[in-house]
């Protein structure tokens, strides 16, 4: 029997979500895909695919995907420029995050490894708590084991991962990439960016103990933050 772990993979390059898939068997390619947008906390909150690579196979096929992709889990396909304009007036972008959507819990450590494994971006590891006046500023993605304090920074051109809480300023997207992701147990920052997009998260509630996951990522050209 042969294994289908590698048939299907997501990844996130230049504002746009790419699936490849290394099968000359549709079925066997949507079984994997089943199990991948079942089990992976990350890959389901995508609602977009942006490019199919499926060399092996033929075109009717790659259209039964996206129908499939469509019908099963509500996701588009939706080709699109991977550049993004830098001279946006970052002012007139500012939104108020007021509300945090609830899904189910899952596991922080998961969540951030399966980010890695399925981006093009190298990583950087912080292990420690980043204190007020700390700034890592990082061609990649930036993961920190402990938590960023008010008066810390995080600018990233990739995805920005935190296992502890975020209270300081993240810039994930740096160079205009609106597909990366902020994740951490709790989304406090004093200012949070993704690509050209600036938002001010809920206000930390003190008596609330975060549970769970937080991620923030782009949709509708917004930056929203569910709860997982």
């Known amino acids: 029997m042969s294994r289908t772990a590698d048939v299907v993979s997501i990844k996130s390059h230049n504002s746009k ?22 089990q992976n906390s990350l890959i389901k909150s995508i609602t977009t695919i942006n ?8 075109v009717v096929d790659v259209q039964k995907v996206k129908d499939f992709l469509k019908k099963e889990f509500g996701i588009d396909y939706v080709e699109k420029e991977s550049r993004v304009k830098h001279n946006v007036n970052l002012k007139n972008e500012m939104q108020e995050i007021n509300t945090v959507t609830q899904n189910a819990l899952t596991d922080t450590d998961k969540i951030a490894e399966n ?77 949070l960016r993704i690509a050209e997009l600036i938002a001010i998260p809920p206000k930390d509630d003190g008596h609330k103990k975060a549970q769970g996951v937080q991620i923030a990522s782009v949709n509708d050209n917004k930056i929203e933050i569910q709860q997982y």
């Open 51 to 58: 490019q199919i690579d499926a060399k092996t196979l033929d």
């Open 17 to 38: 979500f790419i699936l490849k898939i290394d099968s000359k068997d549709y079925e066997t390619a949507i079984k994997d895909l089943k199990n991948k947008f079942s």
């Open 115 to 191: 980010l890695i494994e399925n981006t093009d971006y190298r990583t950087k590891i912080i292990k420690n708590n980043l204190r007020s006046g700390a700034l890592i500023d990082y061609d990649g993605n930036i993961l920190v084991i402990g938590d960023v304090n008010a008066g810390a920074q995080l600018i990233a051109t990739g995805n920005i991962i935190v296992l502890g809480n975020i209270r300081g300023f993240a810039s994930a997207g740096a160079k205009g990439d609106k597909s990366v992701m902020v994740i951490a147990n709790k989304i406090s920052a004093t200012q």
